[in-house]
């Protein structure tokens, strides 16, 4: 009975013949990878039963006949030899079957390393999705209506079915099949799109991690598995800027600081939310806080580490010297349109947490002054801010109550804000003295406007001066330094037209001085005259007749051709 598994199995026969002087009945295999169900395959093989070789045992008999030594050297197409060619030429030519086998893998991870069943079905994986990918693409293209050769845009890519069935895999396989995808060229939207699907089966609680108003804080033993997820899929997010939602990036972010991830893994999560924030919403950035009691009902400091993030984004791309960048036509640059909605957002996260009576001063000025002074062009949003917080901190000095003063620009408010400014007694006297005046101002501007028509120049020449400094207020360094360069080059334009005409008169007037020492007659005069009519440095022509012209003309002209004769020798 036990000759075919001893003539097939090397473990097998060195085990009987260690006891060949007692009658062994019986034979002890510890730690047999899959256990007895997968030992019941090998026993049938031995035996020349048959069963069939699958995607959900092939793992486990490749590592079952490793431990027994179902090698060609005991017997010819051995079970090792077996699976390993089902292995190759069937399930690494189906991207569905290799994630089935890493799936069965999970639980021989050790000896399926060893023999490779682990890394052959990922790097099939990787490839598979790759050339689908290159396929889907090359399907896209088509030819345009001037004949130019484009990709036509779809919804998703047909070559991205895979992201489903990758999310069965454990994570630890789940982050290796994703590196080598990175590794192999794989659309970076389509990674992302792996993730978000990974992400929202793998967290099970994600109805309360992913809901900024919950404040309950889960049992850390019970959320080990969602820590590691999040950790995990955070370090393989791609480093293009719009590969996954922003509202994902958020999601993500709240599931740290609830399960406490590491530092590192937030600090990338606030980066990348950073580099995008001109297209995050109001509740995106309420992020919950989970500390102790006395402490702000919303994480105040991670809003901070963001618009820090953004504005140092922002810095940067300020010093590229780039030409193309700071000759833009348009009036306002990109930037300086995502900092106008930034502080729009700003102003109303400050509305929002200014009732919390936990809430600093020095926090709410922070945030306040994190943005630079030209990202406001209307400070309607921060005055309303600012009164909110005074309404709900009675308690405040005329001193704290200055400080926040200090962050508005009066001259930027609106008729409507003002007239409110000016009749608030939550602020100090002298901010409403400074709005009284500034909407003085405004009246006597309105109301010379509508003077005189002699009158009215001067007070449009005024209001237009005005008006200029505060564009330029309310521009970006960036901008300013656009403009000043078209008006440059705009001048120097001028400046070359205007050498030109004057090389021109130089050499005419050459030219008249020596035809005037030949003939000295009236009319060359005549013909002088004419000719000095049509060169007129603002390109006028003359409008009277060109009849003969007097002795003092005559005198005059003379002296005006000697002058600049004189000038040019």
């Given at each position: 009975?036990?000759?075919?598994?001893?003539?097939?199995?090397?473990?097998?026969?060195?085990?009987?013949?260690?006891?060949?002087?007692?009658?062994?009945?019986?034979?002890?295999?510890?730690?047999?990878?899959?256990?007895?169900?997968?030992?019941?395959?090998?026993?049938?093989?031995?035996?020349?039963?048959?069963?069939?070789?699958?995607?959900?045992?092939?793992?486990?008999?490749?590592?079952?006949?490793?431990?027994?030594?179902?090698?060609?050297?005991?017997?010819?197409?051995?079970?090792?030899?077996?699976?390993?060619?089902?292995?190759?030429?069937?399930?690494?030519?189906?991207?569905?079957?290799?994630?089935?086998?890493?799936?069965?893998?999970?639980?021989?991870?050790?000896?399926?390393?060893?023999?490779?069943?682990?890394?052959?079905?990922?790097?099939?994986?990787?490839?598979?999705?790759?050339?689908?990918?290159?396929a889907s693409s090359f399907s896209r293209l088509e030819y345009s209506s001037s004949?130019?050769?484009?990709?036509?845009?779809?919804?998703?890519?047909?070559?991205?079915?895979?992201?489903?069935?990758?999310?069965?895999?454990?994570?630890?396989?789940?982050?290796?099949?994703?590196?080598?995808?990175?590794?192999?060229?794989?659309?970076?939207?389509?990674?992302?799109?792996?993730?978000?699907?990974?992400?929202?089966?793998?967290?099970?609680?994600?109805?309360?991690?992913?809901?900024?108003?919950?404040?309950?804080?889960?049992?850390?033993?019970?959320?080990?598995?969602?820590?590691?997820?999040?950790?995990?899929?955070?370090?393989?997010?791609?480093?293009?800027?719009?590969?996954?939602?922003?509202?994902?990036?958020?999601?993500?972010?709240?599931?740290?600081?609830?399960?406490?991830?590491?530092?590192?893994?937030?600090?990338?999560?606030?980066?990348?939310?950073?580099?995008?924030?001109?297209?995050?919403?109001?509740?995106?950035?309420?992020?919950?806080?989970?500390?102790?009691?006395?402490?702000?009902?919303?994480?105040?400091?991670?809003?901070?580490?963001?618009?820090?993030?953004?504005?140092?984004?922002?810095?940067?791309?300020?010093?590229?010297?780039?030409?193309?960048?700071?000759?833009?036509?348009?009036?306002?640059?990109?930037?300086?349109?995502?900092?106008?909605?930034?502080?729009?957002?700003?102003?109303?996260?400050?509305?929002?947490?200014?009732?919390?009576?936990?809430?600093?001063?020095?926090?709410?000025?922070?945030?306040?002054?994190?943005?630079?002074?030209?990202?406001?062009?209307?400070?309607?949003?921060?005055?309303?801010?600012?009164?909110?917080?005074?309404?709900?901190?009675?308690?405040?000095?005329?001193?704290?109550?200055?400080?926040?003063?200090?962050?508005?620009?009066?001259?930027?408010?609106?008729?409507?804000?003002?007239?409110?400014?000016?009749?608030?007694?939550?602020?100090?006297?002298?901010?409403?003295?400074?709005?009284?005046?500034?909407?003085?101002?405004?009246?006597?501007?309105?109301?010379?406007?509508?003077?005189?028509?002699?009158?009215?120049?001067?007070?449009?020449?005024?209001?237009?001066?005005?008006?200029?400094?505060?564009?330029?207020?309310?521009?970006?360094?960036?901008?300013?330094?656009?403009?000043?360069?078209?008006?440059?080059?705009?001048?120097?334009?001028?400046?070359?037209?205007?050498?030109?005409?004057?090389?021109?008169?130089?050499?005419?007037?050459?030219?008249?001085?020596?035809?005037?020492?030949?003939?000295?007659?009236?009319?060359?005069?005549?013909?002088?005259?004419?000719?000095?009519?049509?060169?007129?440095?603002?390109?006028?022509s003359s409008s009277r007749g060109s009849s003969s012209p007097s002795k003092n003309?005559?005198?005059?002209?003379?002296?005006?051709?000697?002058?600049?004769?004189?000038?040019?020798?």
């Amino acid at each position: 009975m036990k000759f075919p598994l001893v003539s097939r199995s090397g473990r097998i026969r060195r085990l009987v013949a260690e006891h060949r002087d007692s009658d062994i009945s019986r034979v002890e295999l510890l730690n047999l990878p899959g256990g007895a169900e997968c030992f019941e395959l090998a026993a049938k093989f031995c035996y020349g039963i048959n069963f069939e070789i699958t995607s959900t045992n092939v793992a486990q008999l490749c590592c079952v006949s490793e431990y027994l030594e179902m090698t060609e050297d005991f017997s010819k197409d051995n079970l090792g030899s077996r699976a390993e060619e089902y292995l190759d030429s069937i399930v690494c030519k189906n991207l569905e079957m290799c994630v089935e086998v890493l799936k069965q893998c999970e639980s021989l991870l050790s000896l399926a390393d060893e023999l490779k069943v682990v890394s052959r079905c990922i790097d099939a994986i990787a490839s598979k999705t790759c050339a689908e990918q290159i396929a889907s693409s090359f399907s896209r293209l088509e030819y345009s209506s001037s004949g130019r050769l484009h990709m036509s845009k779809q919804a998703k890519c047909d070559g991205d079915w895979w992201i489903e069935d990758l999310s069965i895999i454990r994570i630890d396989m789940y982050q290796r099949v994703i590196t080598a995808m990175k590794c192999r060229g794989v659309r970076p939207e389509s990674i992302g799109a792996s993730l978000v699907s990974y992400a929202e089966k793998e967290l099970t609680k994600k109805s309360t991690l992913w809901n900024p108003s919950s404040q309950t804080k889960v049992d850390s033993n019970s959320t080990s598995h969602e820590k590691l997820v999040v950790e995990t899929i955070v370090s393989l997010l791609p480093i293009e800027k719009h590969a996954v939602p922003l509202n994902f990036l958020f999601g993500l972010l709240r599931s740290a600081v609830m399960l406490d991830c590491t530092i590192a893994s937030r600090l990338d999560l606030e980066r990348r939310i950073g580099s995008q924030l001109d297209v995050a919403t109001l509740d995106d950035i309420l992020i919950p806080s989970f500390k102790h009691a006395g402490d702000t009902l919303f994480d105040v400091d991670a809003v901070h580490r963001i618009l820090v993030n953004f504005c140092q984004q922002e810095d940067s791309e300020d010093d590229l010297d780039d030409a193309s960048v700071f000759e833009s036509g348009s009036p306002h640059s990109p930037s300086q349109t995502a900092l106008v909605k930034v502080a729009r957002l700003v102003d109303n996260y400050l509305a929002e947490i200014a009732p919390d009576a936990n809430l600093k001063l020095s926090k709410f000025l922070i945030i306040a002054e994190t943005l630079p002074t030209h990202a406001r062009t209307i400070h309607d949003g921060l005055y309303r801010a600012i009164d909110i917080y005074l309404k709900a901190h009675t308690g405040l000095s005329d001193l704290e109550k200055k400080k926040l003063s200090k962050l508005i620009d009066f001259q930027k408010l609106s008729q409507e804000a003002g007239a409110h400014a000016a009749q608030n007694e939550r602020l100090p006297l002298q901010s409403i003295v400074q709005v009284l005046y500034f909407e003085q101002l405004r009246l006597r501007n309105t109301l010379s406007s509508s003077y005189g028509e002699d009158d009215h120049k001067p007070t449009m020449h005024q209001s237009w001066r005005i008006s200029s400094g505060a564009l330029s207020a309310a521009m970006s360094p960036r901008d300013n330094y656009a403009s000043l360069r078209r008006e440059n080059r705009e001048l120097k334009l001028e400046l070359a037209r205007l050498r030109m005409r004057l090389n021109d008169l130089e050499r005419d007037h050459v030219c008249m001085k020596r035809d005037i020492a030949k003939s000295g007659s009236r009319k060359f005069m005549s013909s002088f005259s004419k000719r000095i009519s049509k060169l007129s440095l603002f390109g006028h022509s003359s409008s009277r007749g060109s009849s003969s012209p007097s002795k003092n003309s005559q005198r005059t002209d003379s002296k005006v051709i000697d002058r600049t004769c004189a000038s040019t020798e």
